[in-house]
């Protein structure tokens, strides 16, 4: 009986011990933590978690913004010491070192065979490692096309966009407008001529180096070297000083990006889809529309890099990252994300056609994927891919400056030598030179 | 042992003044949690610095190599190095005297009891204690391109041609040290202020009834009197601008009025070096020619200031 009394005691206080964190267990929320960079996207992540935390109780979605630079060191610290956020939301490129390193989660094989029945192949190819894993979901794409002002346009008496660079720039000179002074009052082209680091050498590769067939990189074997450092990679450099010095289409002293645009300064300038949120917001009254960026002599095509999305290795919470993730591209989501940010998402087959009513200059966005002839690209998955392009974006910002430049074939080519030298120095610094 | 003496050795209870075991075992229980301090947060960090600079370690690349000189061999063909060696140069050689100058000249204004003398401190002072960051976005606008920015407004409106503060490589580094000097200045003012008030009346009263003039008060009282106040500034004006970093960030970043790789200084060369690229091992080798040319500015200061007041 003695015995009996003990045995019950125990097992009374053994009960009692485990059912609180029972019950604690049971009732812990999950909590997904998400790292944001644009403000956006934010505002959109932190609606769609909205919506998720109403379907799932038990989950808790906490998204958090930092200027972009302000995350992109805060990945870099946090992600290797296995502090970052479960949800990382930044260029592919940025997060591709950070798989090679093994930091980030490949994606499980049904979210892997979600995302290649949900998402362009051409997409899907640029999140794939050498190793066949998809390393960031390929969240949304900002592809770049020519915005250009309606008005201005019939001002000058233009009927039609440019089709080829040739003609952009005969259509920027007409548009171009000075003061009594010679000041630009109005610029017919804004070649994005300044700031952002990579920003700036990613327009010009979308404005010139596509259309003459230039190459940041090109594959030779396994390995990589500078594809610029010909007489195409001259001629581009050639356009962007010859509209600075010689047309004075554009000017360093001028404001520019779409702060210009919205203020009815600049006729055409190459942007992504999340301008036309801003304009709504910013500019309702300037009549716009959006084309395709012209074609050249090299070629047609624009930049679509990827927004990726990725889970970090060290999440406690991998399989509901990765579910939130998925709905975060449902196609409800994918509709408001494209509608509301302006932001457009990789997703095939959405439905968008109630959104082109009250946004048509979207629709340009969404076709360019699909017109035939017209090429996306993306970056390169290698490790210093940020690095090749911020250099040589510093080169070249110090390049369009120089009027020295201007009718000096000799100039322009020690530029675009010493460029691509540094570009294949970098690479060669990662092993990944091609002799 | 006379008295005075016997006072200097506190609790010195042994023959002449030679401490016991236990007092100088308390002596170092206290300084030893300083010096292990100072050793962890400054000297262990400057050597980790030295090793890491002989590395090509980079955060995206498993393998490290020994590269012992080979990263200090690369700064001087490395143009990004060259320009922002240059540019820091001319932030130390331009802000350091205007900071000092300034300083001192309206120091020396407010120290004559003028009319709302506390209005003015206060002004000087206030650039100081905003944050560098919604200030140098304020600049940012002051410089914006064409009329938009206030300062090419009130050019256009008053008949000279307007100034490309940013586009222009010759004047980018000077606007942006103009911040550096606007943002420090009142620090100085204050200092040199307080070294003034500090000076005993009867001196200046003294060399006034001898018959000199103001200037001369100034000259032969004041500055000899306010040197070890003047050393100090000297050297924190030069530590200050070595290590300029936000100023500069801030005004290449944006798509209006950056100038990107014109306007870096060493700091911002380790920044992209170090957190963009990742190339600690060689942003660590900037690192550690920062702290040599510094301390060498640093150290010449003090033996030349010293020197005189010797």
């Known amino acids: ?435 | 042992m006379d008295g005075v003496a016997a006072q200097r050795n506190w609790g010195a209870t042994g023959a002449g003044t030679r401490l016991t075991q236990s007092q100088i075992g308390f002596l170092w229980s206290i300084v030893m949690p300083v010096i292990a301090l100072f050793i962890i947060i400054r000297v262990i960090p400057i050597l980790v610095v030295l090793l890491m600079s002989s590395t090509n370690f980079n955060m995206n690349r498993p393998l490290v190599r020994l590269l012992p000189y080979q990263n200090f061999f690369r700064l001087f063909g490395d143009p990004n190095f060259v320009t922002a060696f240059v540019n820091s140069t001319e932030f130390v050689l331009v802000a350091v005297p205007l900071e000092i100058l300034l300083g001192l000249a309206f120091a020396i204004y407010l120290n004559r009891r003028i009319r709302f003398e506390s209005l003015y401190e206060t002004l000087y002072f206030l650039p100081y204690i905003v944050p560098m960051v919604p200030s140098a976005i304020i600049w940012k606008w002051i410089y914006a391109p064409g009329t938009y920015g206030l300062a090419n407004y009130l050019l256009d409106q008053m008949g000279f041609p307007r100034v490309g503060w940013m586009s222009t490589p010759q004047i980018s580094l000077l606007a942006v040290i103009g911040i550096h000097v606007w943002k420090q200045l009142g620090f100085f003012v204050i200092v040199f202020l307080v070294g003034l008030k500090n000076i005993p009346t009867s001196v200046r009263e003294a060399a006034v009834v001898d018959g000199a003039t103001p200037w001369q008060v100034t000259r032969q009282v004041d500055l000899p009197l306010l040197k070890p106040v003047i050393l100090f500034g000297v050297v924190m004006a030069t530590i200050w601008a070595w290590s300029a970093f936000t100023e500069v960030y801030i005004m290449s970043q944006g798509t209006d009025i950056s100038t990107g790789a014109e306007i870096q200084v060493m700091v911002t060369r380790i920044y992209a070096e170090g957190f963009l690229y990742f190339n600690m091992g060689y942003a660590s080798a900037i690192s550690f020619v920062l702290f040599i040319v510094s301390l060498l500015f640093v150290a010449l200061q003090f033996r030349l200031l010293r020197a005189e007041q010797v």
């Open chain 1, 1 to 435: 009986m003695r015995w009996m009394i003990i045995r019950i005691a125990v097992l009374v206080l053994a009960m009692g011990l485990l059912l609180p964190t029972a019950t604690w267990v049971g009732a812990a929320p999950v909590e997904i933590n998400i790292w944001s960079a644009f403000p956006e996207l934010h505002d959109q992540v932190q609606w769609i978690a909205a919506k998720y935390m109403e379907k799932n109780p038990n989950i808790k979605i906490k998204a958090t913004l930092f200027p972009q630079r302000a995350l992109e060191e805060k990945v870099a610290v946090a992600l290797p010491a296995g502090q970052a956020a479960d949800l990382i939301e930044l260029d592919k490129m940025a997060l591709y070192p950070y798989y090679a390193a093994g930091h980030l989660q490949p994606l499980p094989k049904n979210v892997v065979d979600w995302v290649k029945k949900n998402f362009p192949d051409y997409s899907v190819a640029s999140v794939t490692s050498d190793k066949g894993e998809i390393f960031t979901f390929p969240w949304l794409n900002s592809l770049k096309a020519m915005f250009y002002n309606k008005d201005h346009f019939k001002e000058a008496g233009l009927t039609k966009t440019p089709e080829t660079i040739d003609e952009m720039m005969e259509m920027a000179k007409k548009l171009t407008k000075r003061d009594e002074k010679g000041n630009l009052t109005r610029a017919g082209f804004d070649l994005r001529l300044s700031g952002g680091g990579f920003g700036t050498s990613q327009k010009y590769w979308t404005q010139v180096m596509i259309p003459y067939g230039a190459k940041v990189l090109e594959k030779v074997g396994a390995k990589w070297r500078a594809g610029y450092d010909n007489e195409v990679g001259r001629k581009a450099l050639q356009y962007y000083i010859d509209s600075v010095h010689k047309y004075k289409v554009d000017s360093l002293d001028f404001k520019s990006d779409a702060e210009a645009f919205g203020l009815g300064i600049t006729s055409m300038f190459q942007r992504e889809a999340w301008v036309v949120g801003y304009m709504a917001k910013n500019a309702p009254k300037i009549n716009y529309g959006v084309f395709l960026m012209p074609k050249g002599p090299g070629g047609w095509g624009t930049v679509g890099n990827t927004m990726g999305l990725s889970v970090a290795k060290a999440s406690k919470y991998k399989k509901e990252a990765f579910d939130f993730a998925m709905f975060m591209m449902n196609d409800e989501m994918s509709r408001a994300t494209f509608g509301d940010s302006g932001w457009q998402p990789f997703r095939k087959g959405v439905d968008y056609s109630q959104l082109y009513k009250t946004r048509p200059q979207l629709k340009t966005f969404i076709e360019a994927a699909q017109t035939k002839g017209h090429t996306v690209y993306d970056y390169e998955n290698i490790t210093p891919i940020f690095e090749i392009h911020s250099r040589m974006a510093d080169r070249l910002m110090a390049a369009f400056k120089r009027a020295d430049l201007l009718d000096n074939p000799t100039g322009i080519a020690k530029v675009i030598k010493e460029t691509a030298e540094e570009t294949n120095r970098i690479l060669e610094d990662h092993g990944l030179l091609a002799k």
